[in-house]
């Protein structure tokens, strides 16, 4: 029996609208393109293309495991990131697009500040999860040294796996943030847990679930790490170092008044595409 792809997409879509998922068209076209192996522009060229039905049954579970609320990228096992691709699971934070505004910013500044090749430029990235700040660095950035911290030895077992497949040169370290540093940098970037602890069980299924508590939970109010950020990253810095942080989107005068009161100056902040605070840059002069 002959089955059409656009009719297994179309019936995926609609379970997983049914299941209340709501990029459902977006998520069955994704797994059609993992799975089936098909791009989504050739269903107009070729509209009678059909599948086999092997595939058509693993397509089939991969949307009833989606319709459960699990993240379409535990189910591919992948995450494009800065046009890169990096492995996920359940140890690391899937990477997100606003993320990605952050590296920009760091490389334009590397770019800006560092223009010559042959001079090294440090960098750290703390709290580096499956690593794609750093890696994404270090590929953007031909001068850039990075390292990479974690306190999640699970996490920078995918974060060395990542550096691995994108061909990447970052080195990672275990520690609870600057605990095991002993270098100074030109940079240090962070996207640090900062969602306050109460409101964990108000997030989104597929982040409350499956995300690991380690890289949301910022404490009490959302501003632990930046507290300990702010305080030490002094010690870390080079002279004319910058610091450039992701936040939450409540987070634009709480953690630029932490910053400040630890002697920062020329703080910046940033909105993201949807017009929230979203990174803030900080320096010491």
């Known amino acids: 029996m002959e089955v059409l792809v656009k009719d297994v997409v179309s019936e995926g879509a609609e379970q997983l609208k049914q299941a209340g998922i709501a990029d459902y068209q977006t998520d069955s076209w994704l797994l059609a393109e993992e799975i089936l192996g098909v791009r989504r522009q050739d269903i107009w060229l070729i509209p009678n293309q059909s599948v086999d039905i092997t595939l058509v049954q693993k397509y089939e579970e991969a949307v009833k495991r989606r319709a459960t609320h699990v993240p379409l990228q535990h189910i591919t096992g992948h995450q494009p990131f800065m046009d890169f691709d990096f492995m996920v699971n359940r140890d690391v934070l899937i990477p997100r697009s606003e993320t990605e505004l952050l590296v920009e910013q760091v490389v334009s500044y590397i770019q800006s500040n560092f223009p010559d090749k042959n001079k090294t430029v440090k960098v750290?990235?703390?709290?580096?999860?499956?690593?794609?700040i750093a890696i994404s660095v270090d590929k953007m950035c031909d001068n850039a040294k990075v390292r990479a911290v974690d306190?999640?030895?699970?996490?920078?077992q995918v974060a060395r796996e990542n550096n691995i497949k994108n061909q990447a040169n970052v080195t990672f370290i275990q520690s609870d943030l600057f605990e095991n540093v002993t270098d100074k940098f030109d940079v240090i970037v962070s996207n640090p847990p900062y969602i306050p602890t109460e409101a964990l069980q108000t997030l989104m299924e597929e982040v409350r679930d499956y995300d690991p508590p380690l890289a949301l939970d910022g404490s009490e109010d959302g501003l632990k790490f930046y507290r300990i950020i702010s305080?030490?990253?002094e010690e870390f810095l080079n002279h004319h170092g910058r610091l450039f942080l992701e936040i939450g989107h409540d987070q634009g005068k709480s953690v630029p008044e932490l910053l400040r009161e630890n002697g920062f100056s020329k703080i910046q902040v940033l909105k993201d595409l949807s017009g929230n605070d979203r990174m803030v840059i900080a320096g010491k002069e």
Do not use: V
């Open 124 to 132: 750290l990235d703390m709290c580096t999860g499956s690593g794609c």
């Open 151 to 156: 306190i999640s030895e699970k996490a920078l």
């Open 231 to 233: 305080e030490k990253a």
